[in-house]
């Protein structure tokens, strides 16, 4: 072959490679970051760009806690149940610096007790109250 011929092979595929990875680039960018459930929805889900409760706005603070259920006594008509949306602990106090009980694989249920203001969630666990961090709680119907 000449030395033309084979130049041409070889800057075609060259070109066919690199609209390849641009092609590939574009997917990965615009690929959705979250995950597609097929289950009904349960929990009503904001998301916020990193802010503090001291640099947010008080109108993003007020709507996101008006989301949350409202902080009552256990209901003996109404009882939420949850479930972890990772591995997790199950802590015996609502602190990071608390005793670890137990971690629970994704998918484990448990009644909830209380939702408390400080990001932690009060939970009946095996027949004794224990804490959750509020992140990894999905509320369920069931």
Not at 10 to 31: H, K, N, Y
Not at 107 to 125: A, P, S, V
Not at 129 to 134: K, M, Q, R
Request: charged share 20%; glycine share 2%; aromatic share 6%.
């Amino acid at each position: 072959m000449k030395k033309t011929t084979i130049n041409t092979i070889l800057l075609s595929i060259i070109a066919i490679m690199s609209i390849s990875i641009c092609f590939l680039i574009f997917c990965i960018v615009t690929r959705p970051r979250y995950v597609i459930v097929n289950e009904p929805e349960t929990a009503k889900i904001m998301e916020v760009d990193n802010l503090s409760e001291d640099t947010a706005l008080p109108e993003t603070i007020s709507a996101m806690n008006d989301t949350l259920p409202a902080e009552t006594e256990t209901s003996t008509t109404t009882m939420m149940h949850g479930k972890t949306s990772t591995r997790v602990n199950i802590r015996d106090a609502a602190s990071q610096d608390a005793r670890v009980l137990n971690t629970v694989d994704e998918g484990t249920t448990f009644d909830i007790l209380e939702i408390l203001n400080n990001g932690w969630t009060k939970i009946l666990y095996e027949g004794v109250e224990a804490y959750i961090s509020s992140d990894y709680v999905i509320i369920t119907t069931e």
